[in-house]
């Protein structure tokens, strides 16, 4: 280990390893990446279900085999270091990171560019406030499949899951498959949250109950949760009297949320997006702090761990040539707007140059949508639609903005999604 790299990845989860991929190949000469648990791959250690790969390796692949096969992309390149048990505490604006270890005790490692991959974090109780008191058995999704997959406990005997994220609806196969009774899954929304793949195959598939338009109202039980009183909401999100039912159960799950684990991109003042809460980035990945790039679930939270990947190939290849120089000179910036029919895009900015490759925007609608058009426009001229035929909150959409369009632009780029 050296005291400085060209590029420092904070983060050593999937997106963090596609960025040293990425990097390396780029022509960076020294790649570190410090990972805060003590091994790598971050979250996929603990998805030993399978759905992962894809897209990014073109075949199916469980968690842990998805993050190993990362990490074998980079385990052997001699310009990529690894950190591990090590916890980065704060980046300074010359772009050192100041970091600790039980090994190395206190560090201090400049770096040419920073790449930001410390993924997300779970909500958990107290973000949602559910009235009752504070009994055992209220456990976030995460720290149970942690639970049921790592350590070799479960968390009950009858479950009853809160909110229909992806992570929510695996657990509950997962708690069926070892003899948990999964009474129901509520979501607050009027449409599920997670993919349409898991809500088929591991709802409906173990005759697991989805109740939208439902939340919790109480959680009953003062040492071990013995129930727990749950509501119809209207479209205002408040509970509709007399809707009322109870579940007699020993364990409540909830998936409400992730958000993006970004105290250190706080402290360095990188401007946010209020609604992704993760950092204002162009097509490079680059956030609005010189030198300091980001990308996967920190940016914005993902559905796939492949377009995580994805993102992250583009924020460690853009950091190389930052490090080295070599990034197109920015001529002039333009705002990228969610339209009708979209909640957010990534990235929030076009950093326009005098070379420009295809771009590629992350977008995720607003509400569900069947037989829609995106629509690609700017100052009033339609660069591009595309025909969609379910457009959901939960799923992703990935569209291509041709490089040669993106010469075209003289202001905002808006993207619209409509009927």
Not at 270 to 288: A, E, F, K, N, S
Not at 371 to 393: F, N
Request: proline content about 5%.
């Amino acid at each position: 280990m050296n005291n400085s790299y060209q590029v420092v990845i904070i983060g050593g989860g999937p997106a963090g390893l596609s960025a040293a991929h990425s990097a390396a190949e780029a022509g960076a000469k020294s790649v570190l990446v410090i990972e805060r648990d003590r091994e790598l791959g971050g979250i996929l250690q603990q998805c030993i279900h399978n759905g992962f790969g894809l897209k990014h390796f073109k075949e199916e692949l469980t968690g842990p085999a998805y993050a190993e096969r990362c990490y074998e992309a980079v385990k052997n390149l001699p310009n990529v270091d690894f950190l591990i048990d090590t916890m980065v505490i704060e980046i300074l604006p010359d772009k050192t990171v100041i970091a600790t270890s039980p090994l190395h005790g206190l560090l201090t490692i400049k770096a040419g560019a920073i790449v930001l991959a410390m993924g997300c974090r779970e909500r958990t109780r107290g973000a949602i406030r559910i009235p009752g008191e504070r009994p055992a058995g209220v456990f976030t999704a995460g720290a149970a499949q942690r639970m049921v997959n790592m350590e070799g406990f479960i968390p009950g005997k009858q479950a009853v899951i809160l909110g229909s994220g992806d992570i929510g609806l695996i657990m509950a196969r997962r708690l069926s498959l070892e003899g948990v009774k999964v009474l129901a899954c509520l979501e607050l929304a009027p449409y599920s949250g997670g993919l349409t793949r898991n809500i088929v195959q591991c709802l409906d598939d173990y005759d697991i109950p989805l109740y939208l338009s439902h939340t919790i109202a109480k959680i009953h039980g003062h040492d071990r949760v013995t129930g727990v009183t749950c509501t119809k909401v209207d479209e205002k999100f408040n509970p509709v009297p007399g809707s009322e039912f109870y579940l007699d159960c020993d364990t409540l799950l909830l998936s409400v949320g992730l958000i993006p684990e970004n105290e250190l991109s706080r402290k360095i003042n990188i401007p946010m997006d209020p609604l992704t809460c993760g950092p204002l980035v162009d097509q490079y990945r680059h956030t609005l702090v010189e030198g300091v790039f980001a990308a996967g679930n920190v940016v914005h939270v993902h559905d796939l761990a492949d377009f995580a990947s994805e993102e992250a190939e583009i924020a460690g290849r853009s950091a190389a040539l930052y490090a080295v120089g070599k990034l197109p000179a920015v001529r002039k910036s333009i705002e990228v707007k969610a339209g009708e029919g979209l909640r957010t895009i990534v990235p929030q900015r076009l950093s326009l140059s005098d070379t420009h490759q295809d771009v590629l925007l992350f977008i995720r609608p607003s509400a569900p949508l069947r037989d829609a058009r995106l629509s690609t426009s700017s100052d009033g001229h339609t660069l591009a639609t595309h025909p969609l035929p379910v457009a959901k909150p939960g799923e992703m959409i990935v569209s291509t903005l041709a490089a040669g369009k993106i010469n075209q632009l003289d202001s905002q780029l808006l993207l619209e999604l409509r009927k």
